[in-house]
């Protein structure tokens, strides 16, 4: 069983292609690692989007707080419970739903 030189000699370049091919497939800079990395870049500036976003609205926030009185009296009100003098607080209690 001893094939003729050459066709032998086409199992050289195809050896040679099927190994740069696995390599430029899934070698260290192959195409699934610059996949990977792009989802991971993708991900990264979506949670830089989200930070950027809620560091607009802290700063919205302190502005506020620094500077509207009503914005702060509405913060203690909710968060403290705190009243106005001469206010009067009513309070009911809480019906339970039964199954």
Do not use: H, W
Not at 62 to 81: H, M, P, Q
Request: some cysteine; charged content about 30%; proline content about 4%.
């Amino acid at each position: 069983m001893n094939l003729p030189f050459q066709k032998r000699m086409y199992f050289i370049p195809a050896g040679c292609m099927a190994f740069i091919l696995f390599f430029t497939v899934f070698g260290d800079k192959g195409l699934l690692r610059i996949f990977e990395l792009k989802q991971d870049k993708n991900r990264i500036e979506s949670r830089l989007a989200d930070s950027r976003n809620d560091n607009e609205r802290l700063k919205r926030e302190i502005v506020a707080l620094k500077s509207d009185r009503r914005y702060l009296e509405s913060i203690a009100r909710k968060d403290f419970g705190l009243v106005r003098n001469n206010e009067v607080i009513y309070q009911f209690p809480q019906v339970k739903k039964q199954p």
